[in-house]
């Protein structure tokens, strides 16, 4: 266990969704914001080795948590398999080797449920990790999460790196990424259902079939899992981040037409992937060092609706048109 209070503290990525509100977590837990540094993209170019090294340099933290990725939904991992591999790979083997050279006290990894088999048993346990071959989909990017993983045992062993490795279901809550392009898939429901509604759309067409399950966690939950683990969690097997539930995407289609107040048709486009059929974690891991999810899923996903519908109409207030 380490006290965060008297660490310097970067956190990349801490200027995205989790990133947020892992700060306002960090400074809950007495983090003096003098010793919690984000870089910017802007000047740290984290798939370049000199960028990371640099960075290293100005800042010369003691933890790093590295949030930053190359992220998005099926759509956007089918059109970019090699640009997700190469990012995400490439951000995470700078990092943690020049951690291992400046000998870095603790380093915190995000993972990906997505680097799990594609028929995992239910629920995901880590040992189950290495079982088979990820959802095609996704597989570039998860696979490329999975190798950090094993470098990060592998720097343990030699190096004596203290690194852990978080695997978090899909986040969702205020804040997140709404562009229909990129978002995942609760955040891209919403927006589509919202505007189906400001539009007076008799139908709204969703991809796949709605059979596929998925697990949701809040992100002020995810956030204070990961301040958890960069206090407490010194292992170097992988931990499941998760709330312990599951929701085919037919429930959950259902339950944010009804919280809009979309009142029309929901049209399955089947020739589109549902991409892994289920995922639900077994979190007992993550238990260990003190955490539970506490955010109820419908509390969780009203606040997301609420705020984004509050987004859209504030830019339609500024814009002068109607919401």
């Known amino acids: ?16 969704f989790l990133g947020q509100h892992l700060q306002v977590a960090l400074a809950a837990r007495g983090v003096p914001p003098e010793n919690l540094l984000v870089p910017r993209s802007a000047d740290f170019d984290l798939t ?7 960075m290293y340099r100005q800042f010369q933290p003691s933890v790093l948590i590295h949030l930053a990725a190359k992220v998005g939904g099926i759509g956007a991992n089918r059109d970019n398999p090699g640009l997700f591999f190469y990012d995400n790979m490439a951000m995470g083997l700078h990092l943690i080797e020049h951690a291992r050279r400046i000998g870095l006290k603790k380093f915190v990894q995000m993972g990906t449920i997505c680097a ?3 028929f995992t048993p239910i629920p995901f346990r880590e040992e189950d990790l290495w079982a ?29 790196l203290q690194g852990i490795y978080l695997l978090p279901v899909n986040l969702y809550g205020p804040g997140d990424n709404f562009d229909p392009q990129t978002s995942h898939v609760i955040p891209a429901l919403v927006r589509k259902f919202v505007e189906a509604r400001e539009r007076g759309d008799d139908q709204v067409l ?12 809040y992100v002020e939950d995810a956030a204070r899992a990961v ?8 292992g170097g097997e992988p931990v499941n981040i998760g709330a312990g539930f599951e929701i085919t995407i037919r429930d959950l289609v259902a339950k944010i037409a009804l919280r809009v107040g979309f009142e029309g048709r929901v049209v399955w486009d089947t020739s589109k992937p549902d991409g892994q059929p289920r995922r639900c974690l077994d979190t007992r891991r993550a238990r260990e060092f003190g955490f539970q999810a506490t955010t109820s899923f419908d509390d969780g996903l009203q606040r997301t609706i609420d705020w984004w519908s509050a987004q ?8 002068g048109t109607r919401p």
């Open 227 to 234: 301040a958890l683990a960069a206090e407490r969690y010194e």
């Open 48 to 54: 370049r080795e000199d960028d990371v090294a640099g």
């Open 1 to 16: 266990m380490i006290d965060l209070t008297r660490e310097r503290i970067v956190v990349t990525g801490g200027a995205g």
């Open 206 to 217: 969703v991809w796949g079939s709605g059979r596929a399950s998925r697990e949701f966690l």
């Open 312 to 319: 859209t109409a504030q830019q339609a207030s500024d814009s």
């Open 116 to 118: 799990y088999p594609k």
């Open 132 to 160: 088979g071959y990820p959802e095609e989909t996704n597989a570039p990017y998860a696979i490329a999460k999975k190798a950090l993983l094993v470098m990060l045992q592998a720097y343990r062993q030699q190096y004596g």
